[in-house]
């Protein structure tokens, strides 16, 4: 089964390639300009989820930013989400059932793509497939990875953090670099 897997993300990354990027307006912000911002993530526990709800709920806080909308993929099937999905509310997220075989998301994301952000941030790491295909998707005019990954040649702002960086450093120099007025 781990072979198949393997196969089937090896063709979404081809596929993914293959994609047309949609026409957007490229602007650089920051967090003291931007009035929407997306957050992506690979939803792998409980401590996790909690992260990056306490992320969103930061950036309005101390920026003063309108709307944080965060999208996370969950590696499950539906019958199986951990409950910590089930409240909708505080953070959307689409499973492994919202793919089609080459890991394209097909449900539960158009809404999100259809937002109007300032900034789209992948918190995933950049090599999750199903996320690869919303950041390129996603008209976002300003798109936050990190470098060394798949999903650098989307984003217009990278963070070159070497090998596996920790999401709580990942946080830490968002905030260093996107918190400062003269980024735009």
Same mark, same amino acid.
């Given at each position: 089964?781990?072979?198949?897997?393997? &196969?089937?993300?090896?063709?979404?990354?081809?596929?993914?390639?293959?994609?047309?990027?949609?026409?957007?307006?490229?602007? !650089?912000?920051?967090?003291?300009?931007?009035?929407?911002?997306?957050?992506?993530? %690979?939803?792998?526990?409980?401590?996790?989820?909690?992260?990056?709800?306490?992320?969103?709920?930061?950036?309005?806080?101390?920026?003063? &930013?309108?709307?944080?909308?965060?999208? !996370?993929?969950?590696?499950?099937?539906?019958?199986? %989400?951990? &409950?910590?999905?089930?409240?909708?509310?505080?953070?959307?997220?689409? =499973?492994?059932?919202?793919?089609?075989?080459?890991?394209?998301?097909?449900? #539960?994301?158009?809404?999100?793509?259809?937002?109007?952000?300032?900034?789209? &941030?992948?918190?995933? !790491?950049? #090599?999750?497939?199903?996320?690869?295909?919303?950041?390129?998707?996603?008209?976002?005019?300003?798109?936050?990875?990190?470098?060394?990954?798949?999903?650098?040649?989307?984003?217009?702002?990278? %963070? #070159?953090? !070497?090998?596996?960086? =920790?999401?709580?450093?990942?946080?830490?120099?968002? #905030?260093?670099?996107?918190?400062?007025?003269?980024?735009?």
């Amino acid at each position: 089964m781990k072979l198949v897997r393997r &196969i089937k993300q090896a063709a979404g990354g081809r596929f993914l390639r293959n994609e047309a990027e949609p026409q957007r307006e490229r602007r !650089g912000s920051n967090f003291n300009s931007a009035q929407r911002i997306g957050l992506l993530y %690979l939803d792998s526990d409980e401590p996790y989820f909690n992260k990056v709800r306490n992320y969103s709920k930061f950036l309005k806080d101390e920026f003063d &930013i309108k709307s944080v909308i965060c999208l !996370g993929y969950v590696d499950e099937v539906k019958k199986k %989400l951990p &409950i910590w999905q089930l409240q909708k509310l505080e953070l959307n997220y689409f =499973s492994r059932e919202d793919l089609n075989w080459h890991y394209k998301p097909v449900q #539960n994301v158009a809404t999100f793509l259809q937002e109007d952000f300032d900034m789209l &941030i992948d918190l995933s !790491g950049g #090599n999750v497939v199903p996320l690869n295909y919303v950041m390129k998707e996603s008209k976002a005019r300003m798109k936050v990875g990190l470098k060394g990954t798949r999903c650098e040649r989307y984003c217009d702002f990278l %963070l #070159n953090m !070497g090998e596996a960086p =920790s999401t709580d450093k990942f946080i830490e120099q968002l #905030n260093l670099y996107l918190s400062n007025p003269k980024i735009k």
